[in-house]
């Protein structure tokens, strides 16, 4: 991750308001409803997007691809990690899995999700097609796995991790999130569909770079109007730390 450039260490562009919405925020609100004690930490590579008002939640900036600090080890029940594949190199994974292992308890669980190869797949969507396309060839370049969610998978079972499963969630489960999935794509499409193929040189500047998201954009929302809503699945990895030793 630290190869990233400043520009490009939030390509999803999270608003405020989509960093007030992270997971271990809603994690530590069930707790509290629950009358239970836990200590909540986030980890990020820079604290742009940390929220401005923390509540009980510590905040910490953090490469994943180097050692956490040692008060952090075997001292978390639950690691969840999220939208890594347009950041790390392929060959970075088994040294991220190692170092997320450090901090777990013996027996504690990693939950790692991914928006990637798997998302972006349709038989008649021109919009997810050429989402597919683009990010395939640009991640290849970059030395990236757009397979991230298996290789995450394959890497837990070679670091001796227990149980581990890859899990999809599909939008089309729920109906009640079509339109938050129609506007996820869309700023996906405005943020890292634009980012990468500036990064990957398929564009000469990033006026080029937009005018591609914008009539890839356009065409999205069209379909939609059309009753052509894609489907997308987000990927999910689950394994357990043994319980014998401190690390893996």
Known sequence: MTKINTQDKYVFG????????????DVSQIFEKAHLQCYCHGFDISAEQFPKKPGNIE??????????????????????????V???????????ISNLSAILKPGGFLQWEEIDEETYISADNPVIRE???????????ERKCFAASAKVYKECIAASFLDVVRL?????????IRLDTEQRL??????????????SGQVADEAE?????????????????????????VMRVVAQKPLNGSSL
């Open 14 to 25: 999270r608003s405020q308001k989509e960093s007030k919405r992270i997971w271990l925020k």
């Open 59 to 84: 905040f910490s900036v953090q490469d994943i691809t180097l050692p956490f600090p040692k008060e952090h080890w075997n001292r978390y029940d639950i690691v969840h990690v999220r939208l890594l």
């Open 86 to 96: 347009a950041a790390l190199d392929e060959s970075e994974y088994r040294t991220a």
């Open 131 to 141: 989402m597919h396309r683009c990010f395939d060839f640009s991640l290849r370049a």
């Open 168 to 176: 999809e969630y599909r939008s089309d489960s729920n109906s009640d």
């Open 186 to 199: 869309a700023a996906i499409i405005e943020t890292l569909y634009a980012s990468l193929l500036l990064r």
């Open 209 to 233: 770079a937009s005018k591609w998201a914008a009539e890839l954009i356009e065409q999205h929302w069209r379909l939609c109007e059309d009753g052509k809503s894609p489907p997308l699945k």
